[in-house]
């Protein structure tokens, strides 16, 4: 089936490991973007892309890095976890600014 | 104050019923807004999609924006079980560093629709 993957679907990580969350996408959209999902604070965005190549900070930046090498593949490198970044992590892709984003099943990760 | 509100219900209605959610913003350079459903443990699925003020309508969903009251709306008309998730309005402005790219959510309605 089109549409974002994500992997893995579960992780545990001991606070200062470090760990990629990868997502890949078979639509060709340009434009990709990582989200966290938090109780009580609804989506936020992490990191995003405009295309391969090029990638921006969004709202939640700090700790987490991120590449794009294809217009396929946007991976989210954890530098060294902490327990404040246990949450839902989503990524997401669209076609065309303003249009709709759609989004993979998610990560859950908790950091211990 | 965030830059959309969302009232979290929980919403519980008997199947069959017209619902209402709602979403207010403090933004008024929002041009574009959604809705997405999210069942539990999924990733948010779009539902609607609308470009400034007016109503669209898709089968038994009619979404509504209303700019300038700076407030959206998703109607379920003929509810059923399986609509029962958590609804996600988002908009985006299209401008600023991050705007075309982010989409400002509101945080969630789980809805229940009883049998």
Redesign the interface.
Known sequence: NAG?TQTPKFQVLKTGQSMTLQCAQDMNHE?M?W?RQDP??????IH?S?GAGIT????VPNGYNVSRSTTEDFPLRLLSAAPSQTSVY?CASTPQ??????????T?LTVV | QKEVEQDPGPLSVPEGAIVSLNCTYSNSAFQYFMWYRQYSRKGPELLMYTYSSGNKEDGRFTAQVDKSSKYISLFIRDSQPSDSATYLCAMNNLSGRTGANNLFFGTGTRLTVIP
């Open positions: 974002v434009y973007s989200y009580g604070m609804g989506l936020r965005l995003y405009v921006d900070q969004g709202e989503f600014r303003g249009a709709g984003y759609t989004f993979g099943s998610g859950r």
